[in-house]
């Protein structure tokens, strides 16, 4: 009789070992269901991320394109008015110093500290 309480403690041990095998199954299959639905919900932001920044970058590229031909098609419309010629005297600036001559005004001399 003792034997066969034994065995049924054991057999009753054995099932409650089963069954919180079987909960812990069940949890761990919801968490990996919650991070697969995760990684996909990462991966589907991700890929529309990038989608936008592709629609961005040739939207970009596409208003470069017109602005780019709007302003050939404006040097191409300009008429030329009139040229003009126009001669300066140049003085060869000989002696100390410099090799380009600058008079006038606008003139702007900086004398170098090297010997």
Request: glycine letters at 6%; a negative charge; hydrophobic letters at 40%.
């Amino acid at each position: 009789m003792e034997n066969l309480e034994k065995e049924r403690s054991a057999v009753k041990s054995a099932v409650e070992i089963a069954r919180l095998m079987g909960d812990q199954m069940k949890q761990h299959e919801r968490e990996n269901k919650r991070l697969w639905a995760a990684l996909v919900a990462s991966i589907v932001a991700l890929l529309i991320m990038a989608g936008v920044m592709v629609y961005g970058i040739i939207n970009a590229q596409h208003m470069m394109n017109d602005a780019v031909l709007n302003a050939l098609n404006t040097v191409t419309d300009m008429e030329v008015v009139s040229e003009t010629t126009t001669t300066v005297t140049q003085d060869s600036g000989e002696g100390e110093g410099n090799n380009v001559y600058q008079a006038g005004e606008s003139a702007d001399y900086y004398e170098s500290g090297a010997e």
